[in-house]
Each structure stands twice: as C-alpha cells, then as structure tokens.
C-alpha cells in the first residue's frame, strides 16, 4: 500500500517491538542453555559442559543486542510535524517531503519539490463556515453547507462562486472487502462507526456494509481512503443510488 517515504511513529514502535523480542529470545536461549548446563551435571556429562556455556553466551549476545537496539529505537530523533489543517501533531523521524495522511482528520497534506504546499482559509460565501484549503485547490466541497465550491480567480481566495444548491449531492460509503488487515480494518471502523472493538468485528463479518451514510464528498473520499491505505475495500456512491459511483 501507499506508505509515505518517511517512517512515522509507528515504525519506530514497530523497531522497539522487534528489538524487544529479540532480547526476549535471548533471554530464552540462555535460560534454556542454563537447563542444560544443569542437566548435563545430573546424568554425569558433565565433560559436555562447553555446548551449554556456549549457548549461554550466545544468549547473552542476543539478549545484548536486542537491548542495544530497543535502546536505539527509543532515542532515534524524532520531529513534530503539525498538520496544517487541523494542527493534529504527527511525528517523523526527518522533515516529510512527500504528501501524507493525517491521522488527526485524514485529509491528504501535500507536498510539492519536497515542501509542504500552503494552506489558506477561504469562507464559504453560503454559510460562512471557514476552510483550510490547499493553495493548488481551486475547486472543493463545504462540508457544512455541502455545497461545491470554486474559486473564479486562483490567487484571489475572496472569489468564490458556490455551485447551485440543486448540486448538494452526499455520498454513503460502503465496506466491500476486508482485505488481509482485518484487525487494523477493525480497528479503523470502532472509530468510523463509534462503537466497540467486538461490535466492530462483528459488524464487519456481514458485507457489505455501510460505514457512512449522507457524508459530504470530502468526508467519504477520506474515509474510503483510510480503508484502503487498511488494505480493505470500499466504495463511494451518491445517497440514495443503488449503484456505485462510476470510477469510484
Ligand atoms: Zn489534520
Ligand atoms: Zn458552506
């Protein structure tokens, strides 16, 4: 799946993780080679004491290294990033120069050349809610008026135009696969869905199923696109539409 270039916090989790087991491991082999020593000493083979020591010493080098590294896994530097439109605070381990997924409010922060396109608030002129928006965007959803939203002029964020309110179209979106994840796909719906993780599990035993009802586009976009980053499968289609957006 799409992963971003630069490791999140997660992955370094992940390198503690594996670094833990290791000593775990290590701690086993010793442990296992000190039976042994023991053993060998009961039924007189004593004189094969070396196998044991060095299976004792190698599970003082494994245990050692897995340490080691748990320890340089914790203290890799790591860098607050705060997303620009929602100021969630993500960490990395350098300066992101590729486009990223929040986890705060899942929107797509885009980078260009390697820096992060800017943002600008525009208000809505229907409802007067205020956006953060990408620069490049000249074309987004209000998500509370649901209308569509263009800008007349690229540079002037004050030139909004909003589309007729006969276009206000919501969205549903639907889990059609699980794909081969499904514990972090559970994990993803106690959140979309609001319930708990055995709900979760449950609900997903029966497909397809609706994660979101009446969402504006943005909302099901990001969605569908947290569920697929998950590996699972889900589509987006108009409320109230028996088939699947085209392309969608
Ligand atoms: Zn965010
Ligand atoms: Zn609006």
Redesign the pocket.
């Known amino acids: 799946m799409a992963q971003t270039t630069n490791s999140r916090s997660d992955l370094l989790e992940r390198a503690y993780e594996i670094a833990v087991r290791l000593a775990i491991r290590g701690v086993v082999i010793l442990v296992v080679s000190a039976v042994l020593l023991w053993i060998l000493k009961l039924v007189n083979l004593y004189q094969l004491w070396p196998v044991a020591a060095l299976g004792m010493a190698a599970g003082v080098v494994i245990m050692s290294v897995g340490w080691f590294r748990a320890n340089r896994a914790r203290q890799r530097p790591s860098l607050a990033v705060y997303c620009p439109y929602c100021e969630h605070q993500m960490m990395f381990l350098a300066q992101p120069t590729e486009d990223y997924t929040c986890e705060g409010c899942h929107r797509r922060v885009q980078y260009e050349n390697g820096l992060p396109v800017p943002v600008r608030d525009l208000t ?1 002129p ?2 007067r ?1 205020s956006h953060k928006v990408s620069v490049k965007a000249v074309r987004f959803t ?1 998500d ?2 649901n ?1 569509g939203l263009t800008l007349t002029d690229p540079n002037d964020p004050k030139s909004i135009v909003a589309e007729a309110s006969d276009m206000m179209q919501n969205f549903d979106v639907i889990l059609t696969q699980v794909g081969r994840n499904p514990t972090e796909v559970a994990l993803a719906l106690q959140d979309i869905l609001v319930c708990n993780l055995p709900d979760a599990r449950r609900q997903m035993e029966a497909l397809p199923l609706t994660l979101v009802r009446n969402v504006p586009e943005r909302k099901a976009d990001a969605i569908r696109r947290r569920i697929r980053e998950l590996g699972a499968t889900a589509v987006v289609r108009l409320t109230g539409d028996a088939a699947p957006r085209p392309g969608r």
Do not use: E, F, N, Y
């Open positions: 809505c229907i409802c809610a209000c509370k008026c209308r």
